[in-house]
Structure formats: C-alpha cells, structure tokens
C-alpha cells in the first residue's frame, strides 16, 4: 500500500564522478546478465560488492537457473521485476520470488543455495546487489528472508513519482530491511516524465544510481542514459541527491543505493568473500569438506 507524501528538498545536490555501463555476461547455468558493479569498483563503492541486472524475453537467457552455490562472509539482495524464481537452501529455507519482491539473504558464515525459474517462458526480470559483512559479523550464523511485494513499503510524491523502500529511510518511511553496520539506503524509483525526486544522503555514505527501463535521466545536473551507473560524488558541501525525469523522454526507473562503508580489507575469490587471503582458503577448504554451512 503506498502513502502520499510532500516532497523534500536538498541545498546541493552530490554530482556524477563516473558513468559506468555494465558488462555482459553469464553466471550460474549460463545465465545472461549484466554485471554493473565489478570487482574494481569494490572499494569505491564500499560497502557494496556487486549489481547484476537481469532482463530478457528469451527463456534460453535463464532457464538454466542457479543451481546449488556457496557463500560465505556477505549478504545477497535480490530484486525481482519480472517473472518467478524459486529459492531453496542447507538451512531448509525455500521461498518463491515473484515481481515487486525481495529476496534478502545473510550467508555469514556459510550457506548453499539455489535459484531456479518457476517459468519456461515469459520474461525474467531483476536485480541482485551483494553487500559486504563488517568482519565481526562474517561467520554469523546465516539467515533468510522473503518480503513480499505488498510488504515492501512504498509512498508516492504529488508529482506522480513513486518510491519502493527496499532497504533503510528515507522520507520519513523505513524500509523492509534495516541493517546497523553497513546503514544500506536501496530504493527503486520510479519518475514520470518532467517529475523530479531529491533525496538527503548522509556525506560519508558511498552511493551510487542505476539507470534502467529505457528512458535517461538527469542526476545532480548529469544525464544517465538507461542501463547506466552513475557514481555519485562523495561531496562534503552535498546534502543529497537530485533526480530528474526530462519532459518528454518517458517515464524513468532508478535503482538508487547508499551505505557506510566498513573501510576493511576486502579479499574475495568467487563466492566467497572475507578479509584475508587465508579467510579464503578456510573457506574453500570448509566447502571441499561439507562443513561450511556447519
């Protein structure tokens, strides 16, 4: 159920230090996807690891699903715009993502698991964002959650705009899920021609947009053409962030995330990462012998 709220305002918008376009490639049973975020980037944009963005019509693109993988010392988000997936894991978890849900699992300190289409035709559609465990917390136990479309909270501005609060708060709504160390701000954004959404974002925060669904927007002065992420400036004059739908150009689409970083080492191999090069090997040892998730 959405609310109607007044819109806020910011002084100074942060600008856009880099447009980034996403790489094609496949993962899991040969899955297509886009992978926005990249190792590279991981740094920057602490303490978020990797976007994937998946979208397509065909079901060759997805049919080969992610059969059972591990995890160990993160946790995975993933948004669903399209389509059905169904989720199983080794702690006896099993969830159904459907459009408009979320999908938030902890893997700690280790987890298998497997996504698979409960489609064979259609279009699947969605997003999957992994964010980073503070070291102390990365052999937690691991944990699961399903939201379901009508539980993730969501308001609507005056001007038409609308605002799904996936993760942390923001006009005064909290989202579905609140985590304290990292503070992530996850929220998908939806702007009619000529609206526009401001936004205040604390000034230590990385951040960062996502451009999708075909029609480009203007963030903090700069436009971002769809299937495009613009890193926002860590400005300490900025009190947030501007978006923009031009007049004329469609509606626009905006995956918008925010967090603290946790300024930690990062080593990652594959699916598994920690703080060490040795934290890596424990983990691949632990899988090789059917304790990880123990």
Same mark, same amino acid.
Request: no cysteine; proline share 8%.
């Given at each position: 159920?959405?609310?109607?709220?007044?819109?806020?305002?910011?002084?100074?918008?942060?600008?856009?230090?880099?447009?980034?376009?996403?790489?094609?490639?496949?993962?899991?049973?040969?899955?297509?996807?886009?992978?926005?975020?990249?190792?590279?980037? +991981? *740094?920057?944009?602490?303490?978020? %690891?990797? !976007? $994937?963005?998946?979208?397509?019509?065909? =079901?060759?693109?997805? @049919?080969?699903?992610?059969?059972?993988?591990?995890?160990?010392?993160?946790?995975?988000?993933?948004?669903?715009?399209?389509?059905?997936?169904?989720?199983?894991?080794?702690?006896?978890?099993?969830?159904?993502?459907?459009?408009?849900?979320?999908?938030?699992?902890?893997?700690?300190?280790?987890?298998?698991?497997?996504?698979?289409?409960?489609?064979?035709?259609?279009?699947?559609?969605?997003?999957?964002?992994?964010?980073?465990?503070?070291?102390?917390?990365?052999?937690?136990?691991?944990?699961?959650?399903?939201?379901?479309?009508?539980?993730?909270?969501?308001?609507?501005?005056?001007?038409?705009?609308?605002?799904?609060?996936?993760?942390?708060?923001?006009?005064?709504?909290?989202?579905?899920? +609140? *985590?304290?160390?990292?503070?992530? %701000?996850? !929220? $998908?954004?939806?702007?009619?021609?000529? =609206?526009?959404?401001? @936004?205040?974002?604390?000034?230590?925060?990385?951040?960062?947009?996502?451009?999708?669904?075909?029609?480009?927007?203007?963030?903090?002065?700069?436009?971002?053409?769809?299937?495009?992420?613009?890193?926002?400036?860590?400005?300490?004059?900025?009190?947030?962030?501007?978006?923009?739908?031009?007049?004329?150009?469609?509606?626009?689409?905006?995956?918008?995330?925010?967090?603290?970083?946790?300024?930690?080492?990062?080593?990652?191999?594959?699916?598994?990462?920690?703080?060490?090069?040795?934290?890596?090997?424990?983990?691949?040892?632990?899988?090789?012998?059917?304790?990880?998730?123990?």
């Amino acid at each position: 159920m959405k609310t109607t709220l007044t819109a806020q305002t910011i002084t100074r918008s942060r600008g856009v230090e880099r447009l980034v376009r996403g790489q094609p490639t496949s993962d899991g049973a040969g899955v297509k996807l886009t992978r926005v975020l990249t190792q590279p980037l +991981q *740094r920057r944009l602490d303490p978020f %690891l990797m !976007l $994937d963005a998946f979208g397509s019509d065909a =079901a060759s693109d997805y @049919l080969g699903g992610f059969p059972d993988h591990p995890h160990r010392g993160f946790e995975t988000v993933t948004i669903m715009k399209a389509g059905r997936m169904r989720h199983g894991d080794s702690v006896g978890n099993s969830g159904l993502l459907e459009p408009g849900s979320v999908q938030w699992m902890t893997a700690g300190r280790g987890i298998v698991h497997s996504e698979m289409p409960e489609q064979e035709e259609g279009r699947m559609a969605g997003f999957q964002l992994w964010v980073n465990l503070a070291a102390k917390d990365k052999m937690q136990p691991p944990a699961y959650r399903d939201v379901a479309p009508a539980q993730v909270p969501a308001f609507a501005l005056e001007d038409g705009s609308t605002v799904r609060v996936v993760a942390g708060r923001t006009h005064g709504v909290d989202g579905a899920v +609140q *985590r304290p160390a990292t503070e992530p %701000l996850v !929220l $998908d954004i939806t702007l009619p021609p000529g =609206a526009r959404f401001e @936004l205040p974002l604390p000034a230590g925060h990385n951040a960062f947009a996502y451009v999708y669904g075909g029609a480009a927007a203007e963030i903090g002065g700069t436009p971002v053409a769809s299937d495009t992420m613009a890193i926002l400036a860590n400005d300490r004059d900025a009190d947030g962030v501007r978006l923009i739908a031009p007049e004329g150009e469609g509606t626009v689409q905006i995956l918008l995330v925010a967090g603290a970083p946790l300024n930690e080492p990062i080593a990652q191999y594959g699916p598994f990462v920690m703080n060490t090069p040795q934290e890596i090997q424990q983990a691949f040892a632990d899988f090789q012998r059917g304790v990880l998730a123990a």
